[in-house]
């Protein structure tokens, strides 16, 4: 507590020398009084004055071919229907005395040449191992599907075996494209789906 009272007492000490030491005391200034004779005499000028004197930008020349305008154009005869409602009145069709507009030549629709797909350059060692595991497995399912063809399969297990037979042509698809890698994928999920109706052997 006594340390607080010392630490406030310090601080004021300091601030009032700040006080002592500013220097000469400053003294106020005193107004200058505007004579009353000089405000009366003076009128009042309005906040805007109206502005009569206009300047204008010189006159720009105008080239008389520019106001001749181009003659119009007639407007295409418009051949009315026959009304046979009203028996009384007869309308003649307006023939338009223009010669017929030839029809447009057809658009020549130009077919694009088919992309080359893009497809992984691999080493010919790594192409041919994956070329022959794709033999492989396409192989082994297509000799299990034809040890199982005389089985009548129904429901979810003929299912099967049709996805088992379109991974095969797609991977006989992919192979035939030069995807190899993409054909041993293929060639690998019908022997899965093989194993699978195999009973998980």
């Keep these: 507590m006594k340390l607080c009272a010392l630490i ?3 601080i004021l000490a300091i601030a009032m020398t700040g006080c ?6 400053k003294t106020a200034v005193p107004a200058v009084p505007v004579p009353a004779a ?18 204008l ?21 418009v051949v009315s229907p026959v009304q046979t409602a009203a028996p009384t009145a007869r309308r003649v069709p ?6 017929p507009q030839p029809d447009p030549a057809p ?13 992984e350059v691999l080493p010919e060692g790594e192409r041919s191992k994956l070329q022959n595991d794709a033999a492989a497995s396409r192989k082994r399912v297509r000799a299990w599907l034809e040890s199982t063809s005389a089985r009548r399969l129904s429901g979810q297990p003929k299912l099967t ?7 095969l042509k797609a991977s006989d698809d992919a192979e035939r494209r030069g995807d190899f890698r993409e054909a041993v ?4 999920r019908a022997e899965i789906l093989m194993r699978e109706l195999q009973g998980g052997r």
Excluded: C, M, W, Y
């Excluded at 002592?20 to 005391?25: H, S, V």
């Excluded at 000089?38 to 300047?55: G, R």
């Excluded at 075996?161 to 991974?167: A, E, N, T, V």
């Excluded at 994928?185 to 690998?188: F, I, S």
């Design 161 to 167: 075996r049709d996805r088992i037979q379109s991974f």
């Design 185 to 188: 994928q293929l060639a690998e």
């Design 8 to 10: 406030a007492s310090a």
């Design 94 to 99: 307006v023939v338009s005395s223009a010669p």
């Design 57 to 77: 930008p010189p006159p720009q020349p105008l080239n008389p071919e520019a106001l001749v305008a181009p003659p119009p154009q007639a407007p295409p005869a």
């Design 20 to 25: 002592a030491l500013g220097g000469k005391p």
């Design 38 to 55: 000089a405000a009366v005499a003076s009128p009042a000028e309005p906040l805007s004055v109206p502005q009569t004197h206009v300047q």
């Design 107 to 119: 658009a020549v629709v130009v077919a694009e040449p088919a992309r080359p797909s893009i497809q």
